[in-house]
């Protein structure tokens, strides 16, 4: 027995069989396995919450197998948040004295405080945290321990722990969400929306096309991100139904009343179809949807990063801290969380949805084991998306920008074609007469090696007026449309991503 931190806390060997003479704990940090008691003839082997029916123990590799301990004993807050409701259920019912109410609701807190302090013992016959805490729980207060999963089942308890857990996680990830955004409205404001902002090419097909402020580019990936808090939001909404009350598949025969259990655990509602609340798990789908979307939102950003920092691009500088170097080329500074974080993981949390996707599909109702599979891909997929963001918001919050080349870069006139067809539109010209008569300035230009901007001149039908849409940052405060990337439009798009960004803010503190 030996407390060995709070992530890990130790195993002990119920049987006292003890392992095969290794170490008691091995694996990788944060979980453990360990060799588990091999089969026992009667009496040997109560440690199992189902033991009753079995004349022998579980062989070693079914334990190996089929245990989740290693990986769902996150759940734990969760778990006995609601266990604590379903107490308070049972004593409702008449089911638990006074006494042993307040036992039992002592002793949850007591197993939740021991595992903070990595004093939690597990046992070999601990399947998964919910076993555990039960085991625990019941050493703790006695034989009134075992009244504990009174007219609940594993499936309808581990279904509620998880939306349980989830909602809290969400509230999390909405909050980096947030930060990340918060950097990108403050980048926008350096940037600035006036006749003097910052202002790059834009791109379709990644060439250049028309010319649009800093702010307004930054914004886009922010407007994307936002509507990533809305969706986390949407997802919490059907995440807070709470299971408990839905036993194994069929509820109980008990007078159990699961929307007290469900507003004790912090639920809005509870579920309304025992087979359902205990076997679908779109709710860790629709989770793990919403988080490799805003994967790929940031792997769009990363691989901008990416381009920007080349030598070719030069728009961008990150920050030393933010940046890496290369084990043989001294010269190199590498933009690795821009590749990572960002672009490479958003691979990982798409396997993560597809995988558990091909776990989902045709399993029978109402629980099956593989529904398991669904903690692994889930706890990756949040520890993933959350460093991410807290990576990016670093990033972006101390890069700096190229004012220089990105305006050399976009002065390059011909990213003021449109504006020279557009400007003939407003002499009455279709539309389709101006988009060739451009296209052949420009054809003609690059043919003859002629500046633009000298066959512009000498075009009755532009003349100066169009001369003065080819200079430097012309084409950019040129863009009045609303929504558009111009000075005109940019000003009053930044007031209401602050509006949206507020009303996100407070949406998630309500939530919380
Ligand atoms: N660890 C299991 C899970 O996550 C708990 C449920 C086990 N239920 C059962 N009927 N064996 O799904």
Redesign the pocket.
Known sequence: MRPIGSVTPIRRDSCGCGGLGGPDVVGYPGTWFEMSPGPHEGGEHRGQLWHGRFATGPAEELVAFTE?LSY?QRLIHSDVACSKAHVRGLAAAGLLTDVELAAILEALDAVDAEYRDGQLVFEASD??I?TAIERRVTELVGPAGGKLHTGR???DQ?ATALRHHIKTELGVIAGRVIELVEVLGARADEAGTDEDAVYLPGYTHLQQAQPVLLAHHLMAHGWALLRDVDRLADCHSRMDVSPLGAG?LAGSSLRLDPQLTSAEAGFSVAFENSLDATSDRDFVAESLFVLSMIGLHLSRMGEEIVLWTSAEFGFVILDDAYATGSSMLPQKKNPDIAELSLRGKAGRLIGDLTGFLATMKSLPLA?N?D??ED?EPLFDALDTVRLALGAVAGMYRTLRFDRLRMAAAADNPLGAATDLAELLVGDGMPFREAHALVGELVRNSIADGVPLVDLVASDPRLGERGVTLLAPGASVRNRRSPGSGGPAAVGGQRLRFEDRLESERRRWSELS
């Open positions: 989740s769902d399947e998964d919910h089942s594993r499936n581990v194994a629980y084991r529904l398991q903690k």
